[in-house]
């Protein structure tokens, strides 16, 4: 970590070369660094979805140049970026003191004074903190400099600040603050754990109780218990480096008797001699293992397993739960064993596979079970003959999928998100997406039997002109903006916007078209083309749609979630609609000479002469 003083260039680093290859992120400019970190951290697949909804960069941001709130409400991140050239010593310590000033606005500034692109957010911000869901506060600093000690402190300001705030406005929140410095050295690091399973290299030595090994082709594995106390002096020493192979992070204990973290704790002081049968123990991945026989002190032989590095594919939640037991604490669990697996493999495509199926780190999340669903399955099949299209239907990826853009997938959430809105439920996909794979009934409401792959492609390609059309409007200087424009703008900034006009557009459809659409799951579009396609063929719509956004901006006050509000802002802009359809015909008439109802979803008549068939 720098002082501030010159110090030497690296050579060209892995991770940064990473980034600068991701030409998908250029349309964000200065806030790309922070967007391709944010995908990092966060896992998520669809960037551009993600920087709709969580940019606040702006003249008037009031230092927030991103605010997320997680898809399972227990995390907030606020961030700031920067971008220096590379012979710089370190980042700008004033830009790390901006989080202390976003804090203060984004948790208790008046939400009347905000900036509009900042209002929105801070009113999730403080919903979800008063509904006591979230865990974690992060601040980040993200830039391409060394990392450095006055950035540190400053940090460590803006962290205190937000504490205090969150314990005088939210005193029955259980809210960790912390905060990270995201330079060179922890972005190669973070980049590293996508491609290296094994960040921990060192050689360690445990004492085991006896095991049996097996081994297959070009692997083998040695199933054994090691001491809890063993665990918890590995993650004083290493913590999160320990868990290079897991998709996430240790999630952090948190003082709630339903938190998995802290029952393991509670197990380990209070029982520990059942800790090995209670627990489901860990799975390591170790370059090479090796036993061996020692005598001990009373003369009695001890078995020795000696590893040459460490990284815990499967176990992360039990090796953070030891290792945040206090000194007083590891005495009662001092008799604590963990029943332990240690693997070797020199084939890196079976290691993918290790890594990928042992991973249970998270909650096994519903799409995973959804996978296996007959739909998804059927999906994944139409989509094969979609032109440039890839979906997976809740099957995961590989472990670098966070970094390396596929530009023809369509992401699992963005699909179920897409078709939430259009089919009349904004606030389900914004606010309840989970809902959507974890509910039965959810579930089988949105992705109906007879969803198709092309209808699919119609929905998701309305999201994605949306999004585009949001990132054309932020292109475009506050100072140089018509009035309209910053109408446009206004309404980009409430969060869940894009999700609102993708439900109004699928309220009036029928007006859009010109024509009856008795099934709504029975549009596509006549040619099977591809999802970008797909999405010029909307944008003409969408444009035109957006003088309308002021007849949805009462819908957002509460962030979708006030359906009486979101019926009456649909009622008015599918007014307006009806209005502008015969006024300027072009738009719509040439989407709806590219739209069809698909034939095998409801039987209908012979299509009037010259027209397009509806049901």
Not at 561 to 574: G, I, N, T
Request: aromatic fraction near 8%; charge should be negative; proline fraction near 4%.
């Amino acid at each position: 970590m720098s002082d501030g003083t010159a110090v030497p260039i690296p050579p060209e680093l892995p991770g940064l070369t990473a980034f600068e290859s991701r030409d998908d992120l250029a349309v964000y400019g200065s806030n790309a660094l922070l967007l391709f970190v944010a995908q990092l951290r966060l896992g998520f697949d669809d960037v551009d979805s993600f920087a709709a909804n969580s940019l606040t960069d702006g003249s008037n941001d009031k230092k927030c140049d991103l605010v997320a709130v997680t898809g399972d409400g227990q995390r907030i991140v606020l961030a700031q970026g920067y971008m220096g050239t590379k012979d710089v010593a370190a980042a700008p310590a004033n830009k790390a003191s901006d989080l202390n000033t976003g804090a203060s606005w984004l948790l208790a500034g008046p939400l009347e004074s905000l900036p509009e692109t900042l209002r929105g957010a801070a009113q999730e911000v403080r919903e979800a903190l008063g509904s006591g869901e979230v865990r974690e506060l992060q601040l980040w600093y993200v830039h391409n400099l060394p990392e450095s000690v006055n950035v540190q402190s400053e940090l460590l300001q803006a962290a205190a600040t937000a504490d205090s705030i969150i314990r005088r406005d939210f005193p029955d929140a259980d809210v960790d603050v912390s905060f990270v410095e995201i330079g060179r050295s922890t972005l190669e690091e973070e980049y590293g754990r996508t491609q290296v399973p094994i960040l921990v290299a060192e050689s360690f030595d445990f004492e085991v109780p006896g095991g049996f090994e097996l081994k297959a082709g070009e692997w083998s594995a040695f199933s054994t218990a090691v001491a809890a106390g063993a665990l918890r002096d590995l993650w004083k020493d290493h913590k999160t480096k320990l868990m290079s192979p897991n998709i996430r992070d240790y999630l952090g204990v948190v003082r709630s008797s339903s938190n998995i973290n802290f029952g393991i704790k509670e197990t380990a002081k209070g029982q520990p001699e059942n800790f090995a049968i209670f627990n489901n123990g860990i799975t390591v991945l170790v370059h090479d293992y090796r036993r061996r026989w020692e005598e001990g002190e009373g003369g009695e032989q001890r078995e020795i397993l000696t590893v040459e590095g460490i990284g815990i594919v499967n176990g992360g939640q039990t090796t953070g739960a030891l290792g945040s037991l206090e000194d007083s604490e590891a005495v009662g669990a001092a008799s604590a064993m963990v029943m332990a697996r240690f693997v070797k493999c020199s084939n890196t495509a079976v290691l993918g596979d290790i890594v990928r199926y042992n991973n249970t780190q998270n909650k096994v999340e519903a799409t995973d079970f959804r996978s296996k669903d007959p739909i998804q399955d059927r999906l994944r099949t139409e989509f094969e003959v979609v032109p440039d299209a890839d979906y997976r239907g809740g099957r995961r990826g590989g472990a670098s999928d966070a970094i390396l853009r596929i530009k023809t997938l369509l992401p699992d959430s963005s699909v179920a998100q897409s078709l939430a809105a259009f089919h009349g439920d904004p606030n389900l996909a914004y606010n309840e997406t989970r809902s959507i794979w974890d509910s039965d009934a959810v579930y089988a409401r949105i992705f109906r039997e007879n969803v198709t792959a092309r209808h699919i492609v119609f929905t998701y390609s309305l999201l994605k002109a949306i999004e585009n059309a949001k990132q054309v409007n932020s292109k475009i200087g506050v100072a140089d903006r018509t009035d309209a424009q910053r109408r446009h703008a206004l309404f980009f900034s409430a969060r869940g916007s894009n999700y609102l006009l993708v439900a109004a557009l699928g309220d009036c459809i029928e007006t859009v078209l010109g024509r009856a659409a008795a099934d709504r799951y029975a549009l596509q579009f006549t040619k099977n083309i591809s999802p970008a396609e797909a999405r010029e063929l909307w944008q003409p719509v969408v444009d035109v749609a957006l003088s309308f956004s002021a007849q949805l901006q009462p819908a957002t006050d509460l962030g979708l979630k006030a359906q009486d509000r979101v019926r009456k802002a649909l009622q008015d802009f599918s007014s307006m609609m009806e209005a502008v359809r015969s006024a300027n015909p072009g738009p719509f008439d040439a989407l709806a000479a590219a739209t069809e109802a698909h034939p095998a979803s409801t039987p209908a008549p012979s299509p009037p002469s010259g027209g397009v068939l509806f049901t």
